[in-house]
């Protein structure tokens, strides 16, 4: 039986889809409730269970999909590099991050980028500690801190915060794990703090008493990029049309998730490892509604200065034609 609360929250996301695609109007190429003529009308798109991708869950709760005239798949992934190696086999379109996709590119693979999905807010990546006693970043001459990788989002933002504090990057003790086993490392004394993002920092926060010692989303890494959707560009020459159509419905979503966050907290509960009072405390970030060459250059340029990239890549390449 739904709670009242949830029973509102649904009301509410249903009033703002409705709203919101009455202030788009019509999608591109259509007159009256004719559909746009597209190349196909079915996409698998792969996706994995975290904040970034809630929008696209609206769009198919609320069939804004199928009510453009698109047959959706959400095929749930493993791996970012799971869903990069399955396009134009098993997917159409994936999400991953953007520091995995560029480096894809990077490796030889041929992308368009079809979206953005996600920019940090404020407390959406962390580090976060059980330790109280490191309660500044720069309490630490030589942190031992959990990532997800060594080479993606979290260690760069972890490092480009913990600089900006003082502490010498190559001094940083970097220690790859699952985000499910960082709670434990931390509570063992095998690291000091542990890289999440949301919804680990709230249930980090919920079950154990741990701390936000800095938020990784200031400074340099202030409203960071985080991940989009992408497709082969093999698949984007042959269907222009049908990603156009895919974009204008991501950017309704986007709007939706956008105007009421509390659907997205709400929509969490079906396809995350939460309960209702832990996604109602979850931090959100901002659902970009355009690709942003400027916004996504950033990522890119700080995967150069890393040296994650061999290279300076511009992102505007990936980008589809027309696309400013």
Known sequence: MPTPARVLRRAAALFACAATLTACGLLPGTEGTDRPEVERNTLRIGVMPVVDVAPLRLATNEKLFEKAGLSVQLVTLSSEAEGIKQLDTTLDITWAGHVNLFRAVAEGTELQLQGEAYQAGANTMALVTTDPNYDRPDKLVAPRIAVNSESDVGALTTKAVLDTAGVEKQRIDLREMPFDQMVLAMRAKEVDAAWMTEPFIT??????????????????????????????????????????????????????????????????????????????????????????????????????????????????????????
């Open 203 to 324: 249930k980090a926060q919920k079950d154990v008493g741990a701390r936000i010692v800095t938020d990784t989303a200031v400074g340099p890494t202030k409203d960071f990029p985080m991940s989009g959707y992408a497709s082969s560009k093999k698949f984007a020459d042959a269907n222009p049309k049908t990603l156009a159509l895919f974009r204008q419905v991501l950017r309704d979503a986007q709007q939706l998730a956008t105007d009421n966050k509390l659907s997205v907290q709400d929509a969490l509960t079906g396809y995350v490892d939460v309960d209702q009072q832990t996604a109602a405390l979850v931090s959100v970030g901002t659902f970009p509604l355009s690709l942003n060459p400027i916004r996504l250059q950033r990522v890119a340029d700080m995967m150069d200065t890393e040296e994650v990239l061999q290279g300076r890549l511009d992102v505007q390449g990936l980008l589809p034609p027309g696309t400013t």
